[in-house]
């Protein structure tokens, strides 16, 4: 089944989200300007890894991976009663040809279902307090090789993937309820220098302990 065909995947993942919550409208699109780590306010990211299929353009190569990287950007508006999921497929290019095009990978019914149902799960998680179920896998697939960075879109973009497998991963974001933005802002960290200010509280109170006992064994030798 061929990735682009998005109406088919939305209209699965829009048949899983309403077996759970039938009230809630969902809306799965492609965005390719999405990247990881950078979620606008009020969003969430969900990133997993997939099995797909790829043919290199070029030489018409084709090969399997289990290494193929999506990621998701998540809004629900609770007010409307309305949710959007932004994804993103990293492509992978050819390990033959030496200047082979990133190539986009197609996905078996199966691939493509087990993607969606963990999409959803997450979601269901994350937004509406759900039991955590077991991650689903596809029988018969060996998860043995190092991932292949050199020819990885996601690692040549800067967002190196490092040792993966078909794992999923969710990030944290800001809490839901604001209005969705752009999706270009990075995350931020807690303070202007990148330290949290409890560390600096901790940091002032060792200093001053320190400093007491010194002064403490500088007075017994006086004496």
Known sequence: MPFLDISVWEQNFQALMRQEKPGVKWSLKLDNSIFPNKVASGWTQFQQSAVAQFCCSSCYRSWASV??????HIYLDTWKSQGQVLMRVFAQRCQKCSSSNFEVPEFSKESMMMVLERLAQHILERYFGHTPKKT????GVRVGKPHDAANCERCALGYCCGKSSIGNKATPSKPPGSSPGSHSSPLQPPNGNGTAPELRDVGKGLLFIGVAVLFALAFRKAL
């Open 67 to 72: 290494q193929v990287k999506i990621l998701c």
């Open 136 to 139: 689903p896998v596809i029988r």
